[in-house]
Nanobody, 116 residues
Framework: QVQLVESGGGLVQAGGSLRLSCARSGRTFSSAAMGWFRQPPGKEREFVAA????????LYADSVKGRFTISRDNAKNTVYLQMNSLKPEDTAVYYC?????????WGQGTQVTVSS
């Protein structure tokens, strides 16, 4: 059984930075592309970033390109999201999942709140 546990969220002022972590247990971590997704208040969940199995390829939503960086450490079964130059519109619950996402893998997420 795969479990994904997100952490690292918090309250930050606009222009600040946060680093999210997603620890995966269960199946071999390196066997799947991974992604970060977010759900802003009152909106649908949306794609943020993805990274290939070995970390050699990445993809970003236009809204975060140049500000966010996704990375992974397969030895630690962890994927990261470094978020810089945060904006109030980045406020959301952030989730990690496989890419494409698997319905049974959604965790609790971690709340990111950016104040103006």
């Amino acid at each position: 059984q795969v479990q994904l546990v997100e952490s690292g969220g918090g309250l930050v002022q606009a222009g600040g930075s946060l680093r999210l972590s997603c620890a995966r247990s269960g199946r071999t971590f390196s066997s799947a592309a991974m992604g970060w997704f977010r759900q802003p208040p009152g909106k649908e969940r949306e794609f943020v970033a993805a990274i290939g199995k070995s970390g050699g390829s990445t993809l970003y939503a236009d809204s975060v390109k140049g500000r966010f960086t996704i990375s992974r450490d397969n030895a630690k079964n962890t994927v990261y999201l470094q978020m810089n130059s945060l904006k109030p519109e980045d406020t959301a619950v952030y989730y990690c999942n496989t890419d494409p996402p698997s319905e049974g893998y959604w965790g609790q997420g971690t709340q990111v709140t950016v104040s103006s």
